[in-house]
Nanobody
Framework: QVQLVESGGGLVQPGGSLNLSCATSGHTPEYYAIGWFRQAPGKEREGVSCISVNDGRTYYADSVKGRFTISRDNAKNTVYLQMNSLKPEDTAVYYC??????????????WGQGTQVTVSS
């Protein structure tokens, strides 16, 4: 079972930036990618971004394209999500997760405890 530990959330003003980190460890069963989904109170889970394990292909939700960038450091077993130009609607708990498929819909395997991101003035 893979373990996923998120960090880097917090409170930021609109237009600000945050960089989330996801440290992975443990046995790694087959999955396609590592990524992030978010969930706000009263809203459905939303896939945000992921990066494939084999070739580093990246995927982004339309709502974050051009503002968020996902990257990975294989030596550190860590995935990062750089979030710029943050908006109040980005407020949510962000979860690092293994991603089984992206198309036609996001399907997640396991995920961490989550980190709160709050965008507010």
């Amino acid at each position: 079972q893979v373990q996923l530990v998120e960090s880097g959330g917090g409170l930021v003003q609109p237009g600000g930036s945050l960089n989330l980190s996801c440290a992975t460890s443990g046995h790694t069963p087959e999955y396609y990618a590592i990524g992030w989904f978010r969930q706000a109170p009263g809203k459905e889970r939303e896939g945000v971004s992921c990066i494939s394990v084999n070739d580093g292909r990246t995927y982004y939700a339309d709502s974050v394209k051009g503002r968020f960038t996902i990257s990975r450091d294989n030596a550190k077993n860590t995935v990062y999500l750089q979030m710029n130009s943050l908006k109040p609607e980005d407020t949510a708990v962000y979860y690092c997760a293994t991603v089984l498929i992206v198309v036609p819909h996001w399907d997640f395997g396991s995920w961490g405890q989550g980190t709160q991101v709050t965008v507010s003035s």
